[in-house]
């Protein structure tokens, strides 16, 4: 007897998890745990100060479950979630400055890690990207996101997603160690 | 840049691309130029897809995320100490007025007895549709009817008697006054006014001529 996998979309998760299937939000958190604490921690640098984001906006997503308008995607409005708690996790200096060495901690230890040259000199560039661009090249390449969804998670126009990503990865290009890999 | 060349870049080498492709690259880009940018695109979604699965779900965490956020909203607000001493407060006054309304409205007016000198006692109603009242008056007068002497007597009270009998007394009192004539002339009719005596007849509205 053959077996059909049916995959559920995330909207119709978030319904059921409305109406009190607790099973559809642990379906939800395994799928978006990882690439949200991903993006989170890419934009604060502190995995511990991440973690603590990241269930802030899961406890949002608990609380506003019901108030989902089903029109919208799903992934964009948790990425919106986690892109205004990190909004506010900027605002405070001290997560900054943290953040920053936090970056240099990554980078030694992946460092150490990584064989492939080229690819330690793109990781290292794209951690030294400023937030703004790494924010759309993450949301890019971790979640493949269209440059108009980007645009919508972001509160930006849709030409200012595309001129970032150019610059990304022109940046990346410029960076001293991939000139020196070439 | 265009958003095609972001999308050629991000899914196809310059070998990969059609003869068309290849020209709309070239003229934005060289195709060295174009080889690294497609490179570097390439790595980072390998190294970013790398990352996120080096991550490992905490499945503690979420055991309390369904009760933290059925009660974070209600506790995890910061409130000064003025604040909620201003909330009991409004609270406690709101209480106390509140519970002052409703033992107002509850409470029952007292019962009040009231003496009274006398009291009636009703015990039988009458129900009528007329009242007559009654009044006679009895007046002399004299009327010009040949010398003969007739009590005439007239009252508010609305003749009772029938439309025939009525007709009937009319023709005795002219038989009583053709009488009369009749007695000037030398005829007696002594005994028969007799039949006449004490009765009342009405020979105008509420005049009412009687025999002496």
């Known amino acids: 007897m053959n077996k059909k996998s049916i995959i559920i979309s995330d909207e119709e998760l978030l319904k059921q998890f409305c109406e009190g299937n607790t099973l559809a939000f642990e379906n939800l958190y395994s799928r978006y745990y990882t690439k949200l604490l991903y993006f989170i921690t890419q934009m604060l640098g502190d995995t ?61 230890k992946i460092e150490e890690t990584t064989t492939n040259e080229k690819k330690i000199a793109i990781r290292n560039a794209i951690k030294n990207l400023d937030i703004k661009h790494k924010q759309v090249f993450i949301l890019r390449h971790s979640y493949s996101f269209s440059f108009k969804e980007i645009a919508n998670i972001l509160e930006i126009s849709e030409g200012t997603v595309k001129s970032r990503m150019f610059n990304c990865i022109k940046k990346i290009s410029e960076q001293k160690e991939i000139q020196e890999v070439k | 840049m265009d958003e095609k060349l972001l999308q050629l870049l991000e899914t196809k080498s310059f070998l990969q691309l059609t003869a068309d492709e290849k020209q709309f690259v070239l003229q934005n880009i060289t195709e060295d130029e174009y080889n690294e940018q497609h490179s570097i695109i390439s ?96 007046k002399f007068i004299k009327k010009d009817c040949n010398k003969s002497t007739l009590k005439i007597a007239q009252s508010t009270l609305e003749s009772q008697i029938s439309k025939e009998k009525f007709e009937y007394y009319k023709k005795k009192i002219a038989y009583d006054l053709q009488n009369n004539k009749n007695r000037r002339k030398g005829k007696s009719l002594s005994n028969q006014t007799n039949i006449f005596k004490d009765t009342l007849f009405p020979v105008e509205d509420n005049v009412f001529v009687g025999l002496e």
């Open chain 1, 48 to 108: 511990e100060n991440a973690k603590d984001t990241l269930q802030e906006v899961f406890i949002k997503l608990v609380e506003n479950k019901c108030k989902f308008d089903f029109n919208r995607k799903f992934s964009v409005w948790i990425y919106s979630i986690a892109n205004n708690m990190c909004k506010n996790s900027f605002k405070h200096k001290a997560v900054v400055k943290k953040a920053e060495a936090e970056i240099l901690h990554t980078y030694t």
């Open chain 2, 43 to 138: 790595i980072s979604s390998e190294i970013i897809g790398e990352e996120i699965a080096a991550i490992a779900i905490d499945t503690q965490v979420f055991g309390n995320l369904l009760k933290q956020g059925k009660t974070s909203s209600v506790f995890d607000y910061k409130v000064s100490l003025i604040k909620v001493a201003a909330v009991f407060l409004v609270t406690m006054v709101s209480y106390h007025l509140v519970m002052a309304h409703i033992y107002n409205t509850n409470k029952q007016e007292p019962l009040i007895v009231h003496n009274t000198d006398t009291i009636y006692k009703v015990e039988k109603i009458y129900n009528t549709d007329t009242v007559y009242l009654t009044k006679y008056k009895t």
